[in-house]
C-alpha cells in the first residue's frame, strides 16, 4: 500500500471540507478521507494522463448495439472491427441496474446490468480504449438500497434524503422539467415529501450529510479501480440545495468537485473529471473553476444549437463571435467539442447569444424536422424551451427535403468537422458517427421525446449496412474517420494549441491553429452554404505550396474555392 501520509493535498482537502461543513465537522470528516484514500492506494490501474491531437471521445449507451452476445461484448466487437483506432476515449453512459430515464435511475452504482455484461467485459474494452464511467451522483433510483434503507429506518442512512413539508416554497429553485419537486414516500415515519430534482423515480441525495460524501467518494474511487479513465459528473450544477436560492451552481457544489479532483489528485491523478453543466456558456466555463482547478474537462455545449443555426441561415457570424471567446485555460483544462449526446440540443447554452425570436426559429425548426422540445419551468410558472429533441442528422437535414443525399450528408460532415477544429478534443455521439435518423418508432414505443436519438441498432443490419459503400450510413463513418484520422496526425489540432477565428464572409466559419511547440499551423475552412464561394485569403497564410490535407491539392495563390459545404484544412 502506497504511503499517503505526506500528501501535499491533505491540507487543502482540510480545508475545503471546512468550507463545505464547518472547521469542527470537517476535523472529523478527514481522518476518514485519509483513511478510504488509503484503502485505494496503489489499487488504481496506471494510465495515460492528458490529451493530444490524437485523442477523441465516442459517446455511447452499453446497448446501443445489440444482437448475438451480450451488448458490452458486442460493442467491444464493433469497435475494434469498425472504429479501430479513430477514438480514444469511449463514453458508456450508465450501465449500472436502473429503473428509468434510461439508465439514469440508479438501482445500485456498484453493479452493471447483468443483461449488458459483467466487470470483465469492460475490463476487455479497457485493453484498447480509454473508458468514461457515468457518476451519477445527484440522485439515486426510489428502489434503490438507499431509498429502501432511508424509507425503513436504517440509522446508517438517516438524512441521506432531503425531507421537507410539502408547502415548502421551492418557487426559487432552477427547474429542467416541468414536474414537481417534491414527491411524497411512504417511510417508518409515515408520509415523507423529498426533494426530486428530476422525477419521482429519481431521488436526490443530500450532500450537508458529510455520510453521503463519503459514501459518493468511495463509489468513484471504485469506478477508478475498475478502469475508468475519466468520470462524468451528471447534473452536477443541482448537487447542493439551498432554499431561497436557484439551487444550481451554488459555491459549495463548485468546492465539492474541487474536492472530488482532488481526491483523485492523490490517488489516481490520470483519471479526469468531465462535468455535464448544459447551462448558459458563462455558466459552464466556471467549472474550469481557477486557472482549471475543478473539471479537466467540460462539454462545450454551446457548439451544437449555434452550428445548427449557422447551417440553418448560411451564415456563421453568430457562431464565429461567439468562438472568438473561446479561451485556453491552461494545461490541465480543455473543452469537449459536441453536436449531439443522448439527449437533445441544448436551448439554455443560446441565452445570451441568439435573440428570443432567433431560438423560438430553432424550436420551429425542431418541430418542422420531425423533432420535439422539453420545457423547463421557470420561477414565475412559465415553461421555456430547454432542448431540442431530435437526431443532429436530421436537425441539419429536414427529412421532407427532396435535395439530394450527397448535399445532406456533406451538410452533415461540415457539423461534424467544425468541433474538430476547434480547440479541445471533439466528442462523437454513436448516432452521429453512423450517421442514424430521427427513430419515430422509439419515440412511439417509449413516449418520451428524448428516445428520438436513443435507437438500439442491430449488429447484423448495421453490418449489412456498412457493407453497402454507397449507404449513409457507410459513407458518413468513412468520412468522420478520415478526418479524425488526418486531425490525428497534426499538432496544430492538439487541444492546447491555439486558435483565432477568422473573418472570411458570412458562409464561412475560419479558424486558424498554431502549435507554438511544433511550430505547425493549419486554416481550416468549412462553408456553411449550399452555394459554391470564392474566397481571398491573406497570402501570409496561404503560400505557393500550401497544401489542402482533404483533398491534396497543392494551392498556389490566396484565392480558394469552396463547394458547398466543403471542408479544407489548409497546412
Known amino acids: 500500500m502506497n504511503d499517503l501520509s505526506n500528501s501535499q493535498q491533505w491540507p487543502l482537502l482540510g480545508e475545503r471540507l471546512a468550507q463545505v461543513y464547518g472547521v469542527e465537522p470537517a476535523a472529523h470528516i478527514l481522518p476518514r478521507l485519509k483513511a478510504l484514500l488509503e484503502r485505494y492506494a496503489g489499487k488504481i490501474p496506471a494510465g495515460r494522463s492528458g490529451w493530444s491531437e490524437q485523442d477523441a471521445l465516442l459517446i455511447t449507451y452499453a446497448d446501443s448495439i445489440a444482437g448475438g452476445d451480450l451488448p458490452l461484448q458486442t460493442l467491444n ?6 472504429i479501430g483506432t479513430g477514438v480514444s476515449f469511449v463514453h458508456l453512459l450508465p450501465f449500472y441496474p436502473s429503473t428509468s430515464d434510461d439508465g ?8 452493471i446490468r447483468p443483461d449488458l455484461g459483467n466487470w470483465d467485459d469492460l475490463q476487455a474494452m479497457a485493453q484498447d480504449y480509454r473508458l468514461v464511467f457515468d457518476g451519477v451522483i445527484n440522485h439515486v433510483s426510489s428502489s434503490s438500497g ?5 424509507c425503513a429506518g436504517e440509522p446508517a442512512l438517516a438524512n441521506f434524503f432531503i425531507a421537507l413539508p410539502p408547502e415548502t416554497d421551492t418557487s426559487a429553485v432552477l427547474r429542467t422539467r416541468n ?12 408520509k415523507q415529501w423529498l426533494w426530486t430534482t428530476f422525477s419521482r423515480d429519481q431521488v436526490d441525495l443530500n450532500f450537508a450529510n458529510p455520510e453521503v460524501l463519503l459514501e459518493i467518494l468511495d463509489v468513484l474511487l471504485g469506478y477508478a479501480s475498475r478502469g475508468a479513465a475519466m468520470i462524468r459528473l451528471d447534473a452536477i450544477p443541482y448537487l447542493w440545495k439551498e432554499l431561497g436560492t ?7 457544489t463548485h468546492e465539492l468537485i474541487k474536492l472530488i479532483r482532488n481526491v483523485f489528485d492523490v490517488v489516481a491523478p490520470q483519471v479526469l473529471l468531465l462535468t455535464e453543466t448544459n447551462v448558459p456558456h458563462q455558466e459552464n466555463v466556471r467549472y474550469f473553476g481557477s486557472r482549471g482547478d475543478e473539471a479537466q474537462m467540460i462539454y462545450n455545449f454551446s457548439l451544437a444549437p449555434l452550428i445548427l443555426w449557422s447551417l440553418h441561415k448560411a451564415d456563421s457570424s453568430v457562431l464565429s463571435q461567439w468562438a472568438r471567446g473561446i479561451d485556453w485555460i491552461g494545461a490541465n483544462a480543455t473543452y469537449l467539442n459536441i ?9 439554455r447554452p443560446t441565452e445570451g447569444i441568439l435573440s428570443e425570436s432567433e431560438r423560438a426559429e430553432l424550436v420551429q425548426l425542431a418541430l418542422d424536422h420531425g423533432g420535439d422540445i422539453t420545457g423547463k419551468r421557470n420561477s414565475d410558472g412559465t415553461v421555456s424551451p430547454y432542448e431540442l429533441n431530435l437526431n443532429y442528422y436530421d436537425a441539419v437535414n429536414d427529412p421532407r427535403s427532396r435535395e439530394p443525399e450527397d448535399l445532406q450528408i456533406q451538410r452533415f460532415i461540415v457539423s461534424q468537422a467544425i468541433p474538430m477544429a476547434l480547440m479541445g478534443m471533439p466528442g462523437i455521439y454513436i448516432h452521429s458517427l453512423l450517421g442514424s435518423r430521427n427513430d419515430m418508432e422509439g419515440v412511439k414505443a417509449s413516449g418520451r421525446a428524448r428516445s428520438i436519438n436513443r435507437e438500439q441498432l442491430n449488429i447484423e443490419a448495421l453490418r449489412a449496412e456498412l457493407s ?12 468522420i474517420k478520415r478526418l479524425l484520422a488526418i486531425r490525428s496526425q497534426q499538432s496544430a489540432f492538439h487541444p492546447d494549441a491555439s486558435q483565432r477565428i477568422l473573418d472570411l464572409g458570412l458562409s464561412v466559419f475560419a479558424v486558424a491553429r498554431h502549435n507554438a511547440t511544433t511550430g505547425q499551423r493549419i486554416l481550416a475552412i468549412h462553408s456553411v452554404s449550399d452555394q459554391p464561394q470564392k474566397l481571398q485569403v491573406n497570402s501570409a497564410r496561404i503560400t505557393p505550396g500550401s497544401i489542402d490535407l482533404l483533398n491534396g491539392e497543392v494551392l498556389e495563390n490566396p484565392i480558394i474555392t469552396l463547394e458547398p459545404y466543403q471542408v479544407r484544412w489548409i497546412i
Request: overall charge negative; glycine content about 6%.
Open 246 to 252: 436557484s439551487c444550481a451552481h451554488l459555491p459549495q
Open 468 to 479: 453497402e459503400s454507397r449507404s449513409r450510413r457507410a459513407r458518413v463513418l468513412s468520412e
Open 104 to 111: 439514469f435511475a440508479v438501482e445500485d452504482f456498484r453493479a
Open 339 to 347: 453536436t449531439a449526446t443522448h439527449d437533445g440540443i441544448g436551448m
Open 179 to 190: 414536474l414537481p419537486l417534491l414527491h411524497d414516500y411512504e417511510t417508518h415515519a409515515g
Open 146 to 150: 438507499y431509498m429502501k434503507g432511508y
Open 77 to 82: 466487437q464493433f469497435l475494434r472491427e469498425s
